[in-house]
């Protein structure tokens, strides 16, 4: 009976390498794109609940969050809450809200409250304990954000290296003015190195919010009053 000879053997599994070496890329990028497939899909959603909430609230947006009352009631919570969705209550680093606030791109260490940052220069947030923090109790008015299509309210998300969560639930307005430095919660290019992002008249893009400029960050992630 025939046998390979170790010269042969030795070709077989350098083919069989470099086969691999090719495949694992291509698999990595098809996997990579079919998560950002489902949180463009996520992020959608997010849209829907946006407008329909704003639709019944004098077309507001909701606040931030809410700063003093028993749970510090967070944007993704009054989104859910006004869709009927479920929330669960606070157990820790535990996910409380429905798959569409979390980021497939993240498996592990998503924050409770969510992977998408609701953008806090627009979706702001309501602190009666701070001077001029409880002018906007009923949230930003669509018709103060200008053109619908050209401001982003929601994005895929990060907050600063030693935190347990690789997610975000708001995007720090502080990261505006200084850009990649910021420290704080701020955009995160985990899709293709680019922040995924809805706008307010619900459209997705990819930005490369790692990159961008002053005047970028300001025409994309503020109000037009305050470019």
Known sequence: MASFTLVELLVVV????????L???????????GKTGKATGNLRQIGVLLNSYAAENNNCLPI????????????????SESAGLPVKPPQGLERRLVDIFYD???TKGTHPYGDFGGNQAIIRDYNPFVPGGGANE??????????LSK?????????PAGVPCKGSWYINSGWVS????????KPSARHGGKALCLFADGHIEALDTENMSSTDRKKYFV????E
């Open 14 to 21: 350098a083919i069989i390498g470099l086969l691999a070496g």
């Open 23 to 33: 495949l694992i890329p291509v698999t990595q990028k098809a996997i990579a794109s």
């Open 64 to 79: 931030l969050i809410r700063w003093g009352n028993e749970d510090n009631t967070w944007w993704q919570r009054v989104l």
């Open 104 to 106: 497939p791109a993240l």
């Open 138 to 147: 009923r949230g930003t008015s669509l018709g103060a954000i200008g053109p």
């Open 151 to 159: 401001k982003v309210t929601v994005a895929s998300a990060e907050i």
């Open 178 to 185: 200084q850009g990649r430095a910021f420290s704080d919660a």
């Open 223 to 226: 109000l037009p009053q305050d």
